[in-house]
């Protein structure tokens, strides 16, 4: 029955139509598991969204109900603990299906031209996608979290010249507050996802232009 409601949807949307050259093109022979990391980071990331979405519903991004929100969301109700552990779980299975694609990448040469813009949009991305880990910490807003930030953001001190001041911009003051909470609530829900989204449009965009590399 959802796969007859998935082909009636791809039927009005003409989407598989579509992208039928795309879809259903030859891929070089022999190629293994190890090409699958990509899709399946990519996978881990479309969960990320839609739990991430669902968490909003509930989380308040100020010093004073945050972390009363996610006691909220992890202990009031069956459903809202499943989701924010689907969000902490597809977080790690992201990054680490993200190093494994990386690794694939490095092994197999697939970053030499043409594919070049394709290897520097996915090391951007992944730097992205470690910014939203590092925010994403901060927002159960507990002690781990507090500290680990103060810790994390203390790192850029040792920037010369500048570190003063970057600490400061990303915290917004001296100190971790709740300013820094709501800087990170933004740059987690809005800035960094909207960011990775565009990098990911033009990373496969790549792909689809250039083709699977062949294996070495
Ligand atoms: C941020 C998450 C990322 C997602 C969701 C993603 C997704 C994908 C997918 C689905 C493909 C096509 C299938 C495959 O080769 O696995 C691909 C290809 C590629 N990716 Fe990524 N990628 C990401 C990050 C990265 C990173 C960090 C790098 C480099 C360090 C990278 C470099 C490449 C290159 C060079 C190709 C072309 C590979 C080839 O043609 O053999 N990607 N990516």
Same mark, same amino acid.
């Given at each position: 029955?959802?796969?007859?409601?998935?082909?009636?949807?791809?039927?009005?949307?003409?989407?598989?139509?579509?992208?039928?050259?795309?879809?259903?093109?030859?891929?070089?022979?022999?190629?293994?598991?190890?090409?699958?990391?990509?899709?399946?980071?990519?996978?881990?990331?479309?969960? +990320?969204?839609?739990?991430?979405?669902?968490? &909003?519903? !509930?989380?308040? $991004?100020? /010093?004073?109900? @945050? #972390?009363?929100?996610?006691?909220?969301?992890?202990?009031?109700?069956?459903?809202?603990?499943?989701?924010?552990?689907?969000?902490?779980?597809?977080?790690?299975?992201?990054?680490?299906?993200?190093?494994?694609?990386?690794?694939?990448?490095?092994?197999?040469?697939?970053?030499?031209?043409?594919?070049?813009?394709?290897?520097?949009?996915?090391?951007?991305?992944? +730097?992205?996608?470690?910014?939203?880990?590092? &925010?994403? !910490?901060?927002? $159960?807003? /507990?002690?781990? @979290? #507090?500290?680990?930030?103060?810790?994390?953001?203390?790192?850029?001190?040792?920037?010369?010249?500048?570190?003063?001041?970057?600490?400061?911009?990303?915290?917004g003051?001296?100190?971790?507050?709740?300013i820094t909470?709501i800087r990170f609530?933004s740059a987690?829900?809005?800035?960094?996802?909207?960011?990775?989204?565009?990098?990911?449009?033009?990373?496969?965009?790549?792909?689809?232009?250039?083709?699977?590399?062949?294996?070495?």
């Amino acid at each position: 029955m959802i796969i007859n409601f998935l082909n009636w949807i791809d039927r009005k949307l003409r989407f598989t139509a579509r992208h039928k050259d795309f879809l259903y093109r030859k891929i070089p022979e022999n190629i293994g598991y190890s090409y699958c990391f990509g899709g399946m980071a990519f996978i881990f990331y479309l969960i +990320l969204v839609l739990s991430g979405l669902m968490l &909003t519903i !509930y989380y308040v $991004p100020s /010093d004073t109900e @945050a #972390y009363k929100s996610v006691v909220m969301i992890s202990e009031q109700n069956f459903i809202s603990r499943i989701i924010r552990n689907t969000h902490k779980i597809s977080a790690s299975l992201f990054i680490i299906a993200i190093i494994l694609h990386s690794l694939r990448v490095f092994i197999f040469r697939a970053y030499l031209p043409p594919r070049d813009l394709n290897w520097m949009t996915g090391v951007m991305a992944m +730097l992205l996608a470690f910014a939203s880990g590092f &925010t994403g !910490y901060l927002l $159960p807003w /507990d002690q781990k @979290a #507090y500290w680990a930030t103060e810790v994390g953001t203390n790192i850029f001190k040792s920037i010369p010249f500048i570190g003063d001041h970057i600490v400061i911009t990303i915290r917004g003051g001296d100190n971790v507050s709740g300013i820094t909470l709501i800087r990170f609530y933004s740059a987690h829900v809005l800035f960094l996802p909207i960011s990775i989204s565009i990098l990911l449009w033009a990373h496969f965009h790549m792909v689809k232009r250039l083709g699977i590399s062949k294996k070495l």
